[in-house]
């Protein structure tokens, strides 16, 4: 008889870098969850720590948790890492549960 075997699919680990584009757009890799956002903060959680970004009229263009890839448009003012700890996860696993 065959043994079951776990099959959950563990999200990719991958390499965290930050590339801003001229001010209008930054792109993250090694994202991990969103804890919270709006048009002018957004907060994740990336494989090297906690994430906030700062700015205008900020607007997801890509979110790929699976990937660890995420895409913001908008006036970037700043990010500055931080030490985010979340007790039940972030907002979009509260979100789907």
Do not use: C, W
Not at 3 to 26: G, M, Q
Not at 36 to 57: C, H, R, W, Y
């Amino acid at each position: 008889m065959k043994e079951l075997t776990d099959v959950r699919k563990e999200p990719k680990v991958r390499a965290h870098n930050i590339t801003v584009d001229n001010r209008e757009r930054i792109s993250v890799t090694g994202v991990t969850d969103v804890i919270s956002f709006n048009e002018t903060d957004i907060e994740i959680e990336t494989v090297a720590g906690g994430l906030a970004i700062f700015g205008q009229n900020l607007r997801f263009n890509k979110l790929n948790l699976e990937d660890g890839q995420m895409i913001v448009d908008g006036f970037i003012e700043g990010f500055e890492y931080t030490d985010i700890q979340t007790e039940k996860g972030g907002f979009l696993s509260r979100i789907f549960k």
